[in-house]
């Protein structure tokens, strides 16, 4: 088939790519001239496992290209895929400026029968206002789809490639079987594709994540029930997870969730459900454990050194909200390095890929001067005085601990993703607090 993407952020590059992989052609928009430009080199803006060898592969061979012109793109397409943005409003709402900007200009470009698909994460009823906005600039007959993504930053080309389910939300058959077509490659293994109507789709991912986030927040309230009896939350968690009902995923005790969609997706559900005069309390204390959970490293360092970190230098490992990805929104590094610089720490901070976000995400904290990025994981050691563990990154799970102990000035460890062992690590010399864990 031929397909428009519209939007080459982390979700619109990922479809591209992956469509174009099962000989699609693809062309993919965006409005930034040095983004296309990037692209067309084979270099891609984001650091994503697996997705710069599917995007220089399938340019090579021309199934895959970028433009700036959206006309252009769209002119004959079959499906045009709507990936843009879609932020959080200052009332928690998703601001959908740029999907329906992105609708009325596909609407003037399209020559015949389109799907227009709605890719972008998007509340209840947007189809409806997709529709209009193409039928305010159109007479062509078209259908508007909604087919949410779930996509895991840090394998998402893996998770398109060989999804759990694929969900389209198309009110009309023909839609219904062009969607279902296009997505068959991906489905041979026997995922499902669901095929229902609009709403319920555009309801499907916010309900996915919510419920992930909302098991997150469930974990870290136990481990903190657990630090009040001396109880040991990884064995609780073993515990529950062995329940065939419950299961293993998302039930780690930390320093709490961040990235792009669970704080957003959870924000939106509160708004359109309050937009319909609905109360989602669960969410919203789902929200404010998760805000409490990041302070909760900070805490544990004011105990051990007091609420003043002045002449204190402090190593932080892990910068990016989770492993296999730089992206640093709403990442509990940032209120936790904030915190540190507040209360006068020096901090050497490491990552393997983040580094060069955070040094945007930082310009303007307080004291950012203080505030310093180390070449290695053992380089932010040097003279420190106490190690937070931030991220969960696999090179941070075998380290080389009687080289970290030489390297520390006093051998402290708060281990915010529970990524080493109490007795172990204790057994060495460390003073060591994890979450949840006596």
Sequence with gaps: MKIAVIGTGYVGLVVGACFAETGNDVICVDRIASKVAMLKKGKIPIFEPGLEEVVKRNHAEKRLNFTTKLPEAVRGADVVFIAVGTPTGE??????????????????SITGYTV????????????????????????????????????????????????????????DKRAGDIMTELYRPFTRTGAPIMVMDCASAEVCKYAANAMLATRISFMNEIANVCERF???????????????RIGAAFLFPGVGYGGSCFPKDVKAIIKFSSDKKYDFKILKAVEAVNERQKLRLLERVDKHFGKSLKGKTIAVWGLAFKPRTDDMREAPAVPIISGLLARGAKV?????????????????VKNVKN????KSAYDALKDG???????????????????????????????????????????LGFTYTSIGRP
Aim: hydrophobic share 45%; net charge negative; glycine share 4%.
């Design 116 to 171: 227009i698909v709605d890719k972008s994460t998007v509340p209840a009823g947007t189809s409806e206002l997709v529709h209009a906005a193409v039928a305010s600039q159109t007479t062509h007959p078209f259908s508007v789809v909604s087919n949410p993504e779930f996509l895991k930053q840090g394998a998402a080309v893996e998770d398109f490639l060989k999804p759990d389910r694929v969900v389209i939300g198309a009110n």
């Design 230 to 244: 001396d109880a040991d939350a990884d064995m609780v968690r073993k515990a529950i997870a062995s329940d065939r």
């Design 91 to 108: 009332d928690g709402s998703a601001d959908l400026q740029h999907v329906i900007a992105a609708a009325k200009e596909i609407g003037r």
């Design 385 to 427: 005085d106490a190690l937070l563990v931030v991220t969960e990154w696999n090179e941070f799970r075998e380290p080389d601990f009687a080289k970290m102990k030489t390297l520390l000035k006093q051998p402290v460890i708060f281990d915010g993703r529970n990524i080493f062992d109490p007795k172990q690590i204790r057994g």
């Design 348 to 364: 050497r901070a490491f990552d393997p890929e983040a580094m060069k976000v955070a040094q945007r995400e930082f310009k303007d």
């Design 371 to 374: 505030l310093t990025y180390a």
